[in-house]
């Protein structure tokens, strides 16, 4: 199996050239078959399918609508399936599957799989909630920065409202240095600010 490192370049690379409007033909070779990988990717049988890698081909200049349609509907699938089943669905994850199927101008309030529908914002803020709940008693999340980072990011993105209670938790966070483990670098303190 290949490695998994190039798919967590991929996305930086992709939208370095988004930014630039450009991407020299020396690098367009990597980010080609980075794509082909994440394509392929899409067809394996091995686990659950990777919402960053729906978001990173959404991002592509290049598509293969065909494989883009079969992962989002994966996405879907999964989403409601973990949801109607307590399956784990941490927040960040829940913000992940958020951002990708809205990277494919779908509603993530009404995300459809057979009979069941369900509101992954709704899910999101929910979660949220009981991350900033869980702060305020305790001083952690009941997952890690990073992902109430991105739960706030996404939040963001999708233009929700976040309390101000919660801001303030963070704020507080941050401010009180809890975003640290020990003495080492937090990548959730950085994403928050």
């Known amino acids: 199996m290949p490695s998994l490192m190039p798919l967590l370049l991929l996305p930086g690379l992709l939208l370095a050239s988004f930014v630039h409007g450009y991407l020299p033909d020396s690098e367009r070779g990597i980010v080609n078959s980075l794509l082909r990988l994440m394509l392929q990717s899409v067809y394996s049988s091995e686990g659950v399918p990777n ?49 990708a199927i809205a990277a494919s101008c779908n509603d993530p309030t009404d995300v459809c799989y057979k ?8 899910i999101l803020q929910e979660k949220l909630t009981k991350e900033i709940e869980h702060i305020t008693n305790t001083t952690f999340p009941l997952t890690n920065y990073y992902q109430v980072s991105l739960d706030v990011l996404t939040l963001c993105v999708m233009n929700k409202q976040i309390s101000q209670g919660s801001i303030q938790a963070l ?16 990548v959730g303190k950085n994403t928050l600010c």
Do not use: C, W
């Not at 959404?58 to 699938?77: F, G, I, S």
């Not at 009979?115 to 709704?122: A, K, Q, S």
């Open 51 to 99: 919402p960053s890698v729906h978001i990173a081909l959404r991002l592509a200049r290049d598509h293969h609508l065909p494989t883009e349609e079969l992962l989002l509907q994966q996405l879907k699938m999964t989403a409601v399936e973990k949801v109607k089943h307590g399956d784990e669905f941490s927040s960040g994850l829940v913000a992940l599957y958020t951002l």
């Open 115 to 122: 009979e069941d529908r369900i509101d992954l914002i709704e």
């Open 171 to 186: 704020a507080d966070a941050v401010l009180n240095d809890k975003f640290t483990h020990g003495s080492e670098f937090s």
